[in-house]
Structure formats: structure tokens, C-alpha cells
């Protein structure tokens, strides 16, 4: 079967680093991505990963090994803006892409 | 602006009255793609398509119908909605294997 595991919620304070961590079991694997969802909005596009390793841009960071079927996204310098559902989703090849159910970051002051 | 449109944005209607949610991209992607997202379980694709007048089938296709006969338009049709269509859904676009664009969403209440 598909399944992809985040936690469900997580809170963190404004200023520190705060890591979501993502497992996933996909009967195929092109590319793990990750979105940002504020509440009652769209996702948005964060990051790609196809090959394993860290990937950095800006504040965000996201971390991929294929064959522990694992990616984590690292938030550094936390806003209160980035309170928000972080979606980590596995395009599985065949125009097909699996989302998890979504991690849900509260940033506190 | 590159985006992706909805209409509506929010929607209430009464089961069995069929129904028609537009969508319509400007970035001329090949690939759309219709989901429903509902609280615990994330987004689940309905159906797909990878270009005029090819789509398929997602995860969740039951009760849904869709069509591609022009590049930029994919409209979902709901042809007798149920209270379980009851749902936040979001259409999306992009070239083949890339991310994707996802519209502002439309609240559908089934009554």
C-alpha cells in the first residue's frame, strides 16, 4: 500500500530551529516535495528532492534518504508566519502524487 | 500573473442537483490535477490529466467526472453530489514532473 506518516501537530518558538520529519512506503519513488499550506489557503510550493541529501534555500532545508524512506524539512529563525500545515508529498511517477495528511507548526512568542 | 483560477470559491448546494466547479491555468501546463482535502486525511487526488482530452483516474474518483478539451480548462463535474462530496477542493497545474500550482480552492457544502 501508500502511506506517508508526518506528526500531526508540533509547536515550536519564534526564533529557534524546528525540524518535521516525514516517512513514506510508495510502490514508486520520482521525488519527495514539500508545501506549505496556511490555513484556508492553497499550498505552496517549498522544496524537491529527487537525489539523497540536503537541499537549503533561505530559512528552509530539507534532507532526503531514499533508502531509509525518510526526508525531514528544517525551519531555522522561526517566524510567526511560518505557523502553518506542512504537507510532505511523494511523486510516485505515473503523474501520480501522494500527500501526507499534513504536520501543523504553531509558532508561539 | 501565473496562477491557477476556481469558481466558485464556495459553494452550497442540496444532494442530487448537479454541479460544475471550474478551473482554468495560464502558465500552459501540460498536467492538472483535481484533490479534496479533509481534516486528517491531507489531499487526495480525484483525477488527472496529462493533456487534451487524456485524463484518469486518482485515488478518490467515485462520483466525480471531469474533461480536458481544451489545454487551460479542466472542470470537475459532480453529477448527483452527496453529503460525503462535502469537501475543500483544489485544482492544480504544472509542466510534467515538477511542482505543482494550486489554485485557491472551493468550499462545496452538500446539504
Known amino acids: 500500500g501508500q502511506n506517508i506518516d508526518q506528526p500531526t501537530e508540533m509547536t515550536a518558538t519564534e526564533g529557534a530551529i524546528v525540524q518535521i520529519n516525514c516517512t513514506y512506503q510508495?510502490?514508486?519513488?520520482?521525488?519527495l516535495f514539500w508545501y506549505q499550506q496556511h490555513a484556508g489557503e492553497a499550498p505552496t510550493f517549498l522544496s524537491y528532492?529527487?537525489?539523497?541529501g540536503l537541499e537549503e534555500k533561505g530559512r528552509f532545508s530539507s534532507f532526503l534518504s531514499r533508502s531509509k524512506g525518510y526526508s525531514y524539512l528544517l525551519l531555522k529563525e522561526l517566524q510567526m508566519k511560518d505557523s502553518a500545515s506542512y504537507l510532505c508529498a511523494v511523486y510516485t511517477g505515473g503523474f501520480k502524487t501522494i500527500f501526507g495528511a499534513g504536520t501543523r507548526l504553531f509558532v508561539k512568542a | 500573473e501565473a496562477q491557477v483560477t476556481q469558481n466558485p470559491r464556495y459553494l452550497i448546494t442540496v444532494t442530487g442537483k448537479k454541479l460544475t466547479v471550474t478551473c482554468s491555468q495560464n502558465?500552459?501546463?501540460?498536467?492538472m490535477s483535481w484533490y479534496r482535502q479533509d481534516p486528517g486525511l491531507g489531499l487526495r487526488q480525484i483525477y488527472y490529466?496529462?493533456?487534451?482530452?487524456?485524463?484518469d483516474k486518482g485515488d478518490v474518483p467515485e462520483g466525480y467526472k471531469v474533461s480536458r478539451k481544451e489545454k487551460r480548462n479542466f472542470p470537475l463535474i459532480l453529477e448527483s453530489p452527496s453529503p460525503n462530496q462535502t469537501s475543500l477542493y483544489f485544482c492544480?497545474?504544472?509542466?510534467?514532473?515538477?511542482?505543482?500550482?494550486f489554485g485557491p480552492g472551493t468550499r462545496l457544502t452538500v446539504l
Open positions: 510508495t510502490s514508486g519513488f520520482n521525488g
Open positions: 528532492n529527487v537525489l539523497d
Open positions: 492544480a497545474s504544472s509542466s510534467l514532473g515538477t511542482d505543482q500550482f
Open positions: 490529466s496529462m493533456n487534451v482530452e487524456v485524463t
Open positions: 502558465m500552459n501546463h501540460e498536467y
